[in-house]
């Protein structure tokens, strides 16, 4: 098949989006499809080199750098109708998704989508001026849904919010974002003890990766890991990202005086942050934002054991039988405390865990079989047609 996929993010940028679109290119490419990108230029001293990727003009969000706004229009628009395109996936509903309905309408294609973002949840962002109501993103959600061919839920209970919004639930398909669980077997490269010296051999990790951004509760984090050192002082507390919250953060770390215990590693390459989920003693997660928490599943494909706050897409994947990690059901310190110090003291019930995260992941979230999943799903739109 030959698929045109149009988003507003990707690599480098570092984002679960952006890797699942790699991912996928990647997976289906390995299958003999041709997958082209139709994506944001990144900054205009960035060469990409990779195939089959047509970049638009972008200019960087003034609140949020890391993000881009791509303007639909390039001369290499007129290269598409050469492409012979079987199928369109678009990825967010903004301008490239807008783009991405402009094209299947004009070579009468099927167009998936797949809802990655509960955008709802990031409207602080904007400036208060232009910063829409909730509602206004819900049913700008449920009409960029209801418009294309089938839209793609990463879970069930993504699925039923799109479902509350609006959207009839024939028209939503679930497959959740697959993991590429190889790359998770190479040889650890990057060694964290050697980079930050204040870890040392003795000390357990805990790790937290991800923007940060007030959504991901990082915050939380902290004052419960500061609660954790009271009672444990051989642990350390790795934050692997970038974002807003930073400076915040350190802030807060300085605060409650645990400065030396915490670690800002900055955004890592994709190489680097799984070296962190390898020699992680356990993931802490408190986001309530996550269409499905790609993280936790990374984590887990390590075999490091997840503490998750149960909500949205994080609540499918922890909820399920022998996962590999715990499930808090509340934002609440002590509880999130109590779990890690557990996991730390009972080594029998660490180990069954660890056990458990490799196989949970490579049972129900390869890379492989949600692809295949995907396949199925354009096929049966191409042949409706």
């Known amino acids: ?24 290119k990647d997976e289906m490419e390995k299958r003999g499809n041709n997958v082209y990108l139709f994506v944001p230029k990144y900054d205009s001293d960035y060469n990409r080199e990779e195939k089959n990727v047509f970049e638009f003009p972008a200019v960087k969000l003034f609140f949020e750098k890391e993000q881009r706004v791509a303007f639909p229009f ?25 783009l991405a309905r402009i094209v299947s309408k004009m070579l009468d294609l099927k167009h998936i989508g797949t809802h990655h973002t509960m955008y709802e949840y990031y ?22 849904c209801v418009k294309l061919d089938k839209v793609i839920a990463p879970t069930p209970n993504i699925k039923q919010t799109l479902v509350n919004y609006g959207v009839p639930p024939s028209h939503i398909e679930v497959i959740p974002t697959g993991i590429d669980i190889e790359s998770f077997n190479k040889i650890t490269v990057w060694d964290l003890r050697k980079e930050y010296k204040q870890i040392k051999e003795e000390d357990k990790i ?107 897409g994080v ?5 399920q039988k022998d996962t590999g990690g715990i499930m808090l059901k509340e934002l609440k310190e002590d509880d999130f405390a109590d779990a890690i110090i557990r996991l730390i003291k009972d080594s029998s019930l660490y180990k069954d865990l660890r056990k458990k995260t490799k196989e949970f992941v490579s049972k129900n979230y390869s890379i492989e079989k949600c692809v295949d999943k995907i396949l199925d799903l354009y096929q049966k739109e191409i042949i409706e047609v």
Request: avoid cysteine; aromatic fraction near 10%; hydrophobic fraction near 45%.
């Open 123 to 144: 409207l602080h962002y904007l400036p208060p001026l232009v910063r829409p109501k909730p509602e206004f993103m819900q049913r700008l959600i449920k009409n960029w």
């Open 315 to 319: 609540y499918d994947i922890l909820s």
């Open 206 to 312: 805990l790790l937290f990766v991800g923007r940060l951004a007030k959504e991901k509760n990082i915050d939380f984090l902290i004052k419960v890991f500061n609660k954790v050192l009271i009672q444990e002082k051989d642990v350390k507390f790795v934050i692997v990202g970038g974002g807003p919250e930073k400076e915040n953060l350190q802030e807060l770390t300085k605060k409650l005086n645990i400065q030396d215990y915490v670690i800002f590693t900055d955004a890592q390459p994709r190489e680097k942050v799984i070296d962190a989920y390898k020699q992680a003693y356990l993931f802490i997660f408190a986001s309530y934002t996550e269409t499905q928490g790609l993280v936790i599943l990374e984590s887990m494909a390590a075999g490091t054991p997840v503490i998750a706050l149960g909500k949205l």
């Open 1 to 24: 098949m030959n698929i045109g996929m149009f988003s507003d993010t990707y690599v480098p940028q570092r984002n679960g989006v952006a890797t699942a679109l790699r991912l996928y």
């Open 74 to 98: 390039s001369l290499d628009l007129f290269k598409v109708k050469e492409l012979d395109l079987d199928i369109i996936h678009s990825h967010d509903p903004f301008s490239m998704g807008i």
